[in-house]
Nanobody, 123 residues
């Protein structure tokens, strides 16, 4: 069983940066791939980034590639999403997710979700 809690959302101007954290409870954190998804008002939830259990393989949506970086610290059972060069279209609720493999994250077959944290980018 894994419980996920996100931190770090907020309001930022376009071009700015935010770092989201996802704190996981449970002793099996290192056994899961981690991912970030987002959902903007009136839109479906979409994939943002994923990292495999070891942290050596990362995957990104084209819309965030080169601006966002996903990482994890298994010793601290925490995943991160560093977001740079933010744009107004990045405004959304961001959700942390856990799944058995990075491929299952990419497929949206998520076992555990966090409650979400709001990110608002002003123009």
């Amino acid at each position: 069983q894994v419980q996920l809690v996100e931190f770090g959302g907020g309001l930022v101007q376009a071009g700015g940066s935010l770092r989201l954290s996802c704190a996981a409870s449970g002793r099996t954190f290192s056994g899961y791939a981690m991912g970030w998804f987002r959902q903007a008002p009136g839109k479906e939830r979409e994939f943002v980034a994923a990292v495999n259990w070891r942290g050596g393989m990362t995957y990104y949506a084209d819309s965030v590639k080169g601006r966002f970086t996903i990482s994890r610290d298994n010793a601290k059972t925490t995943a991160f999403l560093q977001m740079n060069s933010l744009k107004p279209e990045d405004t959304a609720v961001y959700y942390c997710a856990a799944a058995p493999t990075a491929q299952t994250v990419l497929a949206g077959n998520i076992e555990y979700w966090g409650q979400g944290t709001q990110v608002t980018v002003s123009s």
